[in-house]
């Protein structure tokens, strides 16, 4: 498998997850962390009704920022996947081939660094929780976002786990990739969340 860089293996995660429920890791007051399989700090990942990544996977990932705006822009922001591109330099296409708000079964198709990935959502709480799927390449994974109301904004968390044969090949540089992945993801999304509000 061709080395594939940071956003570009984050595109290929498969399942997203966007939820305030099942927090069971971490701290209020965390801003970012990680989480590598040898980190024993939390026993359980980020849940949306049942859906979490896989906490026996080789690579795994957590990410937390505070983003100081109100939670419907924070929510907003990521859920408007159509305007992914005008805010994550690296994804260059979306195209929603179901129309209206993100709802279980709506399918979109984007473009990352060259790579196609087609998004199927499984589940929909608005402003809570969203989760989709879609394997690529051979490498599945499942992407876990919550939001929770702090003082001054959102406290925004994410994980996302990686399992399958190139992972299992590549696990040093592919979790090396996953974590710069999520950081720019994160940062980007306060970026424009902050500027939005």
């Known amino acids: 498998m061709r080395a594939l860089n940071a956003v570009s293996l984050a595109a290929l995660s498969g399942v997203l997850v966007i939820g305030a429920s099942g927090l069971a890791f971490g701290h209020e007051n965390d801003h970012s962390y990680d989480r590598h399989p040898g980190n024993t700090s939390s026993s359980r990942s980020l849940t949306c009704d049942g859906v979490h990544p896989d906490e026996s996977a080789p690579v795994v990932t957590r990410k937390a920022i505070v983003i100081n705006a109100p939670l419907v822009t924070v929510w907003k922001v990521q859920t408007d996947v159509e305007n992914w591109p005008a805010w994550q330099p690296n994804v260059t296409s979306l195209v929603k081939d179901t129309p209206g708000a993100l709802r279980p079964g709506s399918v979109f198709r984007w473009a990352t660094e060259g790579l196609d990935i087609t998004s199927t959502v499984k589940e929909v709480e608005h402003d809570t929780c969203l989760a989709w ?44 990739a996953l974590d710069n992945s999520l950081q720019n993801w994160v940062n980007n999304l306060k970026r424009t969340s902050e500027s939005h509000s």
């Open 133 to 176: 799927g879609g394997p690529a390449q051979g490498i599945n994974a499942i992407h876990v976002w919550t939001f929770t109301p702090v003082k001054g904004g959102v406290l925004v968390r994410t994980e996302e786990s990686w399992t399958g044969a190139p992972v299992v090949a590549n696990t040093a540089v592919l979790q090396k």
